[in-house]
C-alpha cells in the first residue's frame, strides 16, 4: 500500500472505532479529505486508495486543479470549506456538490440567484462561529434562525450546520453545541472535526468530518494560510 493508502486505512479505522464507541453507523459519517494546497500528484494516491470526498478552501485553486482530476475518475464530490465571496457565488454553484461556508444573507441571495440560474444546488451547510469569537467566520449563534429563515425565503434548502470550535481548548463542549444547534433546527447534517479531533466530533455527531493534515502530512509553511 502508498503512504497514503496507509493513511487513509488508518483515519477510517479510527473513525470506524469512534462511531462503534458511540452507537453510531459508520455509513453515517462522511471522511472530506481537505486538499488546499495539495497539488494533484499529493491528491492521486488518496483518489486511487478509493477516497472520494475532497474539501478545498478556495474556489479558485479548486477550479484549476479539479477538473482535470474528475477528468481521471468519476464519482468525485467538492465541498467547499472556505469563505465564499458572494460575487464567487456562481462558480462555486457550478464546481462544488457541497458549500459548508454559508454564513450571512447577501451570499444567501447570490446562491439562490445562482442555484436559479444554474438549475441546480449544492448541499449547503451554515457555519456557525460556535465559540463567538470575534476573528472568527461565521454567522453568530444568536444570528442563526434569522439566516435559516433567510434561507428559506429566499427558496434556498439548508442541509447542516458547520464549525470550527476555538483553537487550543476542549472541542466536545463546542462539538455538543453544534449538534445541539442542528438537532432544535431540524437539520440533519453536521460538519465538524479535523485532524486533531475528529474522533471526538464523531461520537458526538458528526456526519462530516474535515481532515487534512492526518491524511496528506503537514502543509508547506508559506501556504499554511490556504
Ligand atoms: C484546513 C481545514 C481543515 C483541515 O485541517 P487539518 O487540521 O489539516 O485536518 C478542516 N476544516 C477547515 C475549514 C479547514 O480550513
Redo the contacts with the bound molecule.
Keep these: 500500500m502508498s503512504e497514503a493508502a496507509d493513511r487513509l486505512a488508518a483515519v477510517e479505522a479510527n473513525i470506524a472505532e469512534a462511531a462503534r464507541r458511540a452507537q453510531r453507523p459508520v455509513k453515517d459519517v462522511r471522511l472530506i479529505a481537505?486538499s488546499?494546497t495539495h497539488d494533484a500528484a499529493a491528491i492521486r494516491p488518496l483518489i486511487a486508495a478509493g477516497q472520494r470526498d475532497f474539501?478545498e478552501?478556495r474556489v479558485q485553486e479548486a477550479a484549476a486543479k479539479w477538473p482535470g482530476l474528475r477528468a481521471e475518475t468519476p464519482g468525485i464530490a467538492l465541498h467547499l470549506?472556505?469563505q465564499l465571496q458572494s460575487n464567487k457565488a456562481e462558480e462555486a454553484v457550478a464546481l462544488f456538490d457541497a458549500i459548508h461556508s454559508v454564513d450571512r444573507a447577501s451570499l444567501v441571495h447570490a446562491l439562490a440567484k445562482a442555484c436559479a440560474k444554474a438549475g441546480r444546488q449544492p448541499q449547503l451547510f451554515v457555519q456557525v462561529n460556535i465559540g463567538d469569537e470575534e476573528q472568527k467566520g461565521g454567522c453568530a449563534v444568536a444570528g442563526l434562525p434569522a439566516l435559516l429563515a433567510a434561507a428559506a425565503d429566499a427558496g434556498l434548502t439548508i442541509d447542516g450546520l458547520m464549525a470550527?470550535p476555538p483553537a487550543d481548548v476542549e472541542p466536545a463542549p463546542y462539538f455538543a453545541l453544534l449538534d445541539e444547534l442542528a438537532e432544535r433546527s431540524g437539520l440533519p447534517l453536521r460538519s465538524m472535526g479535523?485532524?486533531?479531533d475528529y474522533e471526538t466530533a464523531v461520537m458526538l455527531g458528526a456526519t462530516h468530518v474535515?481532515?487534512?493534515?492526518?491524511l496528506f502530512g503537514m502543509r508547506g509553511q508559506a501556504q499554511a494560510k490556504?
Design positions: 481537505v488546499k474539501g478552501n470549506i472556505g470550527i479535523m485532524s486533531g474535515r481532515v487534512g493534515t492526518a490556504g
